[in-house]
């Protein structure tokens, strides 16, 4: 996704004269073409995330439109102070692109495994929260994140090049959440690099009987809590999955809401990163495998689910 992202900021830079692009040592093979087409507007700031992101700041009082671009696990935590007092308390119109949140970097381990980054981020006030899924999401979160003229963070996470939506850019709204599969037994809530695994355990399920709604939740941040009470009223088990820790992502953000719910004539269960470091190291399908959050350990659990009902 981390390709479609800045080709797509590079057209819109064509466009904007205002954006300008800011990385810390980080996208070689990816933003050539945009450094050499646009050298005035480019600044590798190197290894120094917090520089990026005052940098940023300092750039968008200047009236323009940065996109500070590096990945995710530094840029979200290297540098949170950054974020926290330049960005998000002045709520300026700086875009932090994260490149390759939850397991991405499968192999390189725990340190390079982006798994709090949401958590962390969801906390800070004003800030915009979206994790695309695909081509069409990138696209059309990059156009709106960078006309919003608030702060905002895009995980740009790694899903099979095979997934595609079935669905335009036009149906892409930052803030609402997006329902690509209708079915009656269970409403399943996920993002970005997720969406592929759930979308293939809906097929599973399909095979036993049993039809899964699947909601792209991929705005974290203002959360779409329309789209959750909707599915409260059509399905009895709500189920969020994420490729992040289950404290404080999309799952923790729905369990602080459902609490508050009067009535709570549902089951809810949240599927992802459990309160642990891995102990091990894999490629992400692997990881995938072991935190039980692959299409198959999806659908398994799901269906145990509705034979609880």
Known sequence: MRNIFVREVEKLMEQDEKIVFLSAECGFNVVEALQEKYPERFYNLGIAEQSL???????????????????????????YEQIRVDVAYQQLPVLLAGVIPGLGYGNAGPTHHSIEDAAILRVLPGLTIVYPSCETDVIAAARQLLELGRPSYLGLGRAPADYQADYGTESFTVGKALQIREGKDAAVFTYGAMVPNVVKAAAMLEKKGISITIINMHTLKPLDTECIDRMIEECQILVSVEEESVIGGLGGAMAEYLAEKSSRNFIFRRMGIPDTYGDVIGTQAYMHKMYQIDAESIAGRIAELCEEI
């Open 53 to 79: 992101v005052g940098t940023a700041a300092g750039v968008s009082l200047r009236g323009l439109k940065p996109v500070a671009y590096t990945m995710a696990m530094f840029l979200s935590m290297r540098a």
